[in-house]
């Protein structure tokens, strides 16, 4: 198995994974950005929550799911 096959079925593998735990990756994201915003004395946090609005975006849609939220 050459390493491409290898990291298109780990990629396949993270895909199902998001589509099938949504709302575990949106808990993850909403965690890494309060402690981010918390390390940055709540400075930044407009930013910081649109960051992790987008990324949270980002993942539904690559993991294929259609979650609201």
């Known amino acids: ?4 096959d290898k990291f298109n079925e780990l990629k ?4 199902d994974a998001v589509g099938q ?6 808990d993850g ?3 890494a950005g309060q402690f981010v915003d918390e390390k940055t004395g709540n ?4 930013q ?3 960051g992790a609005d987008k990324a ?3 993942l539904r849609n690559w993991g294929g799911g259609e979650q609201q939220q």
């Open 1 to 4: 198995m050459a390493l491409s």
């Open 29 to 31: 994201v909403d965690k």
């Open 12 to 15: 396949d593998k993270a895909k």
């Open 43 to 46: 400075k930044h946090s407009d």
């Open 48 to 50: 910081i929550n649109q």
């Open 56 to 58: 949270k975006e980002g």
């Open 21 to 26: 735990h949504g709302d575990k990756v949106d």
